[in-house]
């Protein structure tokens, strides 16, 4: 597995950031019941989950927001539209691995990514903002319609996005979307 480092206190590993760390039983076994014994429901991951997780969610009767990681630096023009489609069919493969485990609530795409736009270490200092803002609603939109394509109208699990200090993005949300 990997990881970045271990907590101040030594109790936790800190995983890098996009892992799918989600594998420790003897973890899954300790969280998942706190998380039951605390009478919540629900986790959302923030990366793929995996097979032990969902068993384990199962065994606890808590209910997982399967997330899906998109690199927060990415350019959502896509000047290689290859790139994008890739993308798509990676999710579109996630959902159609896990789609029929009871454990599944929804699909989460992204992880406040809305917070990178044009970060100036990757994109200098020219970046059009009100592009990539299209490009990843865009994106986001394209692959909540691949995710209920693939698991079927009348069976398909809802796609959430996770995103931070949206209110200046909601009305470019909507033009994109109308």
């Known amino acids: 597995q990997r990881f970045s480092s271990t907590s101040p206190d030594a109790s936790s590993i800190c995983y890098a950031s996009g892992t799918d760390n989600y594998q420790d039983l003897s973890v899954l076994d300790r969280d998942l019941k706190l998380i039951r014994d605390m009478k919540a429901n629900t986790i959302r991951t923030w990366a793929k989950v995996t097979p032990e997780l969902l068993s384990k969610a199962n065994e606890y009767g808590i209910k997982v927001i399967a997330g899906y990681w998109i690199e927060h630096n990415t350019d959502f023009t896509f000047p290689d539209p290859a790139k994008r489609q890739a993308l798509i069919n990676d999710f579109v493969s996630y959902v159609n691995t896990y789609k029929n485990d009871p454990a599944i609530l929804m699909w989460g795409l992204s992880n406040e990514n809305n917070m990178q736009f044009c970060n100036t270490c990757v994109f200098g200092l020219i970046c059009d903002r009100d592009a990539q803002v299209n490009g ?10 691949a995710a209920r394509s693939a698991e079927g109208l009348s069976a398909y699990h809802p796609t959430t996005i996770v995103l931070a200090n949206t209110p200046d993005l909601i009305p470019q949300l909507k033009t994109v979307l109308n």
Do not use: E, G, I
Not at 136 to 145: F, S
């Open 136 to 145: 990843y609603y865009r994106l986001m939109n394209d692959m909540a319609l």
